[in-house]
């Protein structure tokens, strides 16, 4: 069975510091998605990570992914409060559905 | 917004009861998946469809089932609901099957079972 464990699960930072979701996979997959989650709210595709090596970044989110490792990071630089939500990391296993991570509620206070 | 539409975006029911959730999924996607989120088990895959045809099964109970109709929108049943049955649902497309496309979420349906 295919697990995707990501940590930490919660993670409250300061506003301008610096910090790394770490997301792992029990599988081989070249297929691996970074969500954004806010309150309440639908999960909207933040990265689509296909290779090895592949690395994204956008504004102050950068993902990456290592596949011999089944190891995806996605490194959150300068924070500020409007990037606090919960960051979900899934993985495609040749199926097409995704399975999820358990998702790490990030707060970013001043 | 992502292009998928979820309705209704709430429902209320009572234990044993069933309800349908409806999604429209994005214009061109051929593929709909439907996912549970709950706060104990997380966000779970329930099923896929592809083009009208059941391609992949996931954590889905037997009191769940679903269907894609020809215009490609899909509606998910709930039946003999439990308390346990509370929770967000999720419809999702994508453009096909296989290929390695994103897939976009709706808005949800919140269903809570009383």
């Known amino acids: 069975e295919l697990k995707v464990e990501q940590n930490p699960l919660f993670l409250s930072m300061q506003e301008g510091k610096n910090y790394t979701i770490y997301c792992n996979y029990s599988t081989t997959s070249d297929r691996l998605y970074w969500y954004r989650q806010d309150p309440g709210k639908s999960l909207e595709s933040l990265f689509v990570l296909l290779s090895n090596g592949a690395v994204k970044q956008e504004g102050r989110l950068m993902a990456s992914l290592d596949t011999k490792a089944r190891l995806s990071t996605l490194h959150i630089t300068a924070a500020v409060h409007d990037l606090s939500a919960t960051y979900f990391c899934?993985?495609?296993?040749?199926?097409?559905?995704?399975?999820f991570g358990k998702g790490t509620k990030l707060s970013v206070k001043p | 917004d992502s292009g998928v539409t979820q309705t209704p975006k709430h429902l209320i029911t009572a234990t044993g009861q069933r309800v349908t959730l409806r999604c429209s999924p994005r214009?061109?996607?051929?593929?709909v998946y439907w996912y549970q989120q709950s706060l104990d088990q997380g966000l779970q895959f329930l099923i896929q469809y592809y083009n009208g045809e059941e391609r992949a099964k996931g954590n889905i109970l037997e009191r769940f089932s679903a269907q894609q109709f020809p215009d490609l929108h899909s509606e998910l049943n709930l039946s003999s609901l439990e308390l346990g049955d509370s929770a967000l649902y999720f419809c999702?497309?994508?453009?096909?099957?296989?290929?390695?496309?994103?897939?976009?979420f709706g808005p949800g349906t919140r269903l809570t079972v009383t």
């Open positions: 899934a993985v495609d296993p040749w199926t097409g559905n995704l399975i």
């Open positions: 999702a497309s994508s453009v096909e099957q296989r290929e390695v496309h994103e897939q976009y």
């Open positions: 214009s061109g996607d051929l593929s």
